[in-house]
């Protein structure tokens, strides 16, 4: 089956720098690659995701690119602000479009 | 709210009563997913349905496990014998499709945590 496997499991940051998340998965037939924020005692919710034919994809603050030769795919955060302090995850569909998820990266972003 | 929703969102239990969890996913969406929360990790997936046939179950899904979705709308899980490591939060998901293709977003619901004394 896939494994997914994330780092760094925390990330500290000053308000306003870069951070970057990066995961790595072992299924060459995932195609679809979503990241997940989750604030304490809240659901999990899609922030952006990135399906195996595009190799970048920016929503505002938030950046994904996918390397598909190397099988990992990474988060980007700029500017980052208070607010974007949460955990974050990476998942890979498997069949079914069932997601493997990473362990999760505890954001913290100090004012 | 038009999210998905599951009930009870807390219960305690002592090890070996069973226990059953109940989803209501987004109307329109007929896929739904069990994932299994403990802390400082992922969702770990358990099964998924495809309107009312569940399609796939995890091998870390016991037999004491078993999840229905009669009529394609609610679902639930029943865990029979608990036992102290079935604690952990219980996430429903649901997922719509467009043009007939999975999109493979997830929307959760809040989640049911257990716990087994």
């Known amino acids: 089956g896939e494994n997914v496997e994330q780092h760094p499991s925390t990330l500290s940051v000053q308000e306003g720098d870069s951070a970057v998340i990066k995961c790595t998965y072992s299924d060459s037939a995932s195609n679809y690659f979503p990241w997940y924020k989750q604030e304490l005692g809240k659901r999990p919710q899609l922030i952006i995701d990135?399906?195996?034919?595009?190799g970048e994809k920016k929503d505002q603050r938030i950046a994904v690119t996918l390397n598909k030769t190397a099988k990992h795919f990474s988060l980007h955060i700029t500017e980052t602000q208070p607010e974007d302090s949460a955990v974050y995850f990476c998942?890979?569909?498997?069949?079914?479009?069932?997601?493997?998820f990473g362990k999760g990266t505890m954001l913290l972003v100090s004012p | 709210d038009t999210g998905v929703s599951q009930d009870p969102r807390h219960k305690i239990t002592k090890r070996g009563q069973n226990v059953t969890f109940r989803c209501d996913p987004i109307s329109e969406h007929n896929r739904l997913y069990w994932y299994r929360q403990t802390l400082g990790q992922g969702p770990e997936f358990l099964t998924y349905f495809q309107n009312e046939a569940q399609l796939e179950k995890s091998r870390l899904l016991s037999d004491r496990f078993s999840a229905e979705r009669p009529k394609g709308s609610f679902s639930t899980l029943e865990i029979q014998r608990t036992e102290q490591g079935d604690s952990a939060m219980y996430l429903c998901a649901s997922s719509p499709t467009s043009g007939g293709l999975d999109t493979g977003e997830l929307f959760f619901g809040e989640g049911s945590r257990l716990t087994v004394l």
């Open positions: 990135i399906r195996s034919n595009v």
């Open positions: 998942a890979a569909s498997g069949r079914y479009s069932t997601l493997t």
